[in-house]
Each structure stands twice: as structure tokens, then as C-alpha cells.
């Protein structure tokens, strides 16, 4: 009798597994290979997985509706612990704090608010951009030189696209704007949406056009979409949108949006980064 064979095990999911420790709220999990930066782990997997020990506690209570990280020194390649702890359960939130834990010593920190979402008067301030062309006319970014992660991703850029020839021009502006999916496709949900808010390249590399060694120090993601709303955007690709508002004296931010291809904006997102000359 054959074996049936394993089912597939998406590279994200494999990236921020979890498994349970032996006491409430412990968790321990391993860097993957297939999520490299260029030093440490792509950062929007170590979002998605501080994330995930919340979503994965017992003790949750409704969606993230915001998460904010705190790197607080490199991440080294291989395992580590966490540790989930709500802090305060309301009838309609829920706050949590997370540690991720190497060495006994914490590398990153996490909260997150979790809400319980009913239906009331809703509407836009903010469009999406207009007039874009469709991710299948366009050519996915190459992955020649890149990290690793970035491969896990198919990007097709719209504007602001990182120049092959780094030539050290500087430019007036930081925008972007593209289209990205996890690859291989994967259906969206709050782990893959967190981990994608952190997928634009830095801005100074856009505005500058120079590698400048950099590093995110805190990201803060706003979920505006629910659960109904990533399930109906499903495996196809998100807009993205990016820009800094200033550059000074060793740091930078950047702001960006997430929109679904029907133009609900599913996140937004603001991290500021250290570069230093």
C-alpha cells in the first residue's frame, strides 16, 4: 500500500510555526532559511510570528486591529522563545503583550489589540490610487542579487520600482507603488498581511539610490480589514503603496497602504528605520 503523500506546507506558514512550551502562553520557533535578509530574518516574518502567539493563545478574544513591534536587537538565525500574555480583556478589546526571546535575552518586543468587530456605519477617507494597470500586464520584479525573502514574494511595481544600477542620484521623491502576493500563492489572512506590511524596500534606498546599512527599530500595522474581507481577497494580489515623510539624522519613516484589488484598504502601516552614513 502506498503512503499518501505529505500535504503541502506553505513557506510562510512553516516560517512562523509555533509550538507550544509547558507552561500557558510559551511558545518556541525557529528563523527560516526561505525568509532571509541580508543580515537576520526578513522582518515581516518576525511581525507575523510575534503575531501569531496571540492568535494562536487560548486566551484570544477577537482580530487584530493593531500591532506594533519593537526590534530591539538583531535576531540570530535559528530558534527562539516567546512569551504571549493579555494584558487586559475588555467586552469589546483585548491587549496583548508579546517578548521573543533568544539567549535568555529579549530580541523583540510586541503588542497587539484585539477587537471584536460589529457592524455600524463605515466609509472611506482615503482612495486608493486610480487608473493602475493590472498585476498580470505587468513583469514581476526580479530576484537576481536579492535576499532570499524577497523571493518568496511576486512584486510587480507600478512606480518606484529599486533600481537595478545603484547610482547614488538622489531623487525628489520615495513613492512606490506595486502589486505583491505571497509566492506560491497563499490565501491572505492576519499573519501574511502583517508580514507584507514590512515588504517595501527602505526609503532611503529608494530616494538616495544607495545601500546605506539600515534597520527597522519599531513598525506599527493598522488592520482595517476583517476577517470576511481577507477571505474575499483570497490568494490574488494587494496593492501596495509607500513613501517616507522625512530623513534626518540617522533616521527615517516610511508610510504605507495595503488596498484590496476591489480598493477597500485592508492596512496601513508606519515604521521608523535607523541608516547609518
Known sequence: MTAPEPSFVHPFDSAIALAPAAHAGHFSGATSPAYANMVGPFGGTTAATLLNAVLQHPERQGDPIALTVNYASAIEDGGFGLVARAARTNRSTQ??????????????TATAVLARRRETWSAPDVRPPANLPSPDTLTRAGGARRPPWFKRYDMRFVTGGLPEAMDGEEHASSHSSFWVRDEPARPLDFASLAAICDCFFPRVFMR??????????????????????????????????????????????????VWSDSGQLLASTHQMVYYRE
Request: hydrophobic share 45%.
Open 95 to 108: 491587549h496583548w503583550s508579546v517578548e521573543l526571546l533568544q539567549g535568555g535575552t529579549v530580541a523583540a
Open 208 to 257: 538616495r539610490r544607495l545601500f546605506v546599512p539600515i534597520g527597522t527599530v519599531t513598525l506599527t500595522t493598522y488592520f482595517h480589514a476583517d476577517a470576511a474581507m481577507l477571505a474575499a481577497q483570497g490568494e490574488r494580489p494587494v496593492l501596495g503603496v509607500a513613501k517616507a515623510l522625512n530623513f534626518r539624522n540617522g533616521y527615517f519613516d516610511q508610510t504605507a497602504e
